[in-house]
Structures are given as C-alpha cells and as structure tokens.
C-alpha cells in the first residue's frame, strides 16, 4: 500500500539522524541490506514498493545509490532540514570509522588473522546483497519485461563490459516506452 502524505508517519529530524546511523554503522560491507531492513521492516516508513522504486532512482543517479536514497528518503518525510540530518547520521559515523580503521589497518593490516577475517567478512556482504536482491525481486511485477531487462542489461554490463551508462541511455527509454504502452 503506498503512502500519501497524510499516511505518511510524522519523522522527527532527530529520528532520521539516528535511524541513518544506526542502519550505516551496522552495514560493514553493504548498507543495502541494512537500508531495507531499518526503513522497511523495522520502522515501517516506507513501503516495499516504495523503498525500490526509491533505490532505482538512485542507482539512476550519480554517485553512492543508498546516499542517493537516504537524501530521499530524508527529504520525503522531513523536507530539507530531514535530508541534511539524514546524511549527517548516514555520513557523520562513518567518516570517524574509516578513520580509525585506517589507523589500525596500517599497523596491524599484515597479521594473517586480519586478513582471514576481513575474507570472511567479504563473504557475509556478498550473502547479505544476494539476500537484498532476492527480497527486491520479490515486489517486483509478475510480468515478463522487467526481468528480460535485468537479464539484457546484466548481459550487457556483467558479461559483454559494455559501459553501463550506453546501456542504461538505450535500455531506459526502452523500457519506459514498453511500459508507457503496457498502460494503454
């Protein structure tokens, strides 16, 4: 069910801070699975639906597609001010992390158990967005055009290298217009 502004949950700006943090502070490797989980499962702002219509504009966009969801996100339930609180939670702690990490990597980076673990963890975020993709596909609609072109534009960018901006300028009219004349 999608959400009109008069359903949509009132958001304090404090909430959207705390929310992004928690969900960029437990998402080593991966916000994706974390992003859906907190948004959709956990605090029920935004729908299924929503919350992949919301990622596929910005996997669209330039730069990171989860900051690109999380000014979205922020600004569709607290404006302006909503979106800047929820970049700062999502942003702010990591920057601190990295830091940190990076001070430890560099003196403790050549022990083999470091090097074990961060293998393993590598494993777990590649299992973690397998299991996003899975749930993503699973409100997709049940009809045939969507998934030929996820398999013509993985084809395309997974096997053929083809640059994925040639093939997102040819495959998105595409599939706009297919789905334009679906609606007629």
């Known amino acids: 069910m999608e959400q009109t502004?008069?359903?949509?949950?009132?958001v304090t700006k404090s909430a959207l801070f705390f929310a992004f943090s928690r969900i960029t502070l437990s998402s080593f490797g991966g916000a994706l699975y974390w992003t859906r989980r907190e948004l959709v499962d956990r605090l029920r702002w935004?729908?299924?639906?929503?919350?992949?219509?919301?990622?596929t504009i910005g996997q669209l966009l330039p730069g990171?597609?989860?900051?690109?969801l999380t000014v979205m996100v922020g600004n569709r339930l607290g404006g302006l001010t909503g979106a800047a609180a929820s970049i700062a939670g999502y942003l702010g702690w990591p920057v601190l992390v990295v830091i940190c990490m990076g001070v430890f990597y560099q003196h403790y980076g050549t022990v083999p158990q470091v090097q074990q673990a961060l293998a393993g963890m590598s494993k777990v975020a590649a299992g973690l967005l397998l299991a996003t993709v899975i749930k993503l596909a699973m409100v997709l609609p049940r009809q045939w055009r969507p998934w030929?072109?996820?398999?013509?534009a993985f084809g395309a960018v997974g096997i053929m290298r083809w640059p994925l901006l040639?093939?997102?300028a040819v495959l998105g009219p595409c599939a706009v217009f297919l789905s334009w004349k679906a609606k007629d």
Do not use: Q
């Not at 502004?5 to 009132?10: V, W």
């Open 166 to 168: 040639w093939v997102i």
């Open 148 to 152: 030929l072109f996820g398999v013509v």
């Open 46 to 55: 935004v729908s299924d639906r929503e919350f992949a219509e919301l990622l």
């Open 5 to 10: 502004e008069s359903t949509r949950p009132c």
């Open 64 to 68: 990171p597609n989860v900051l690109n």
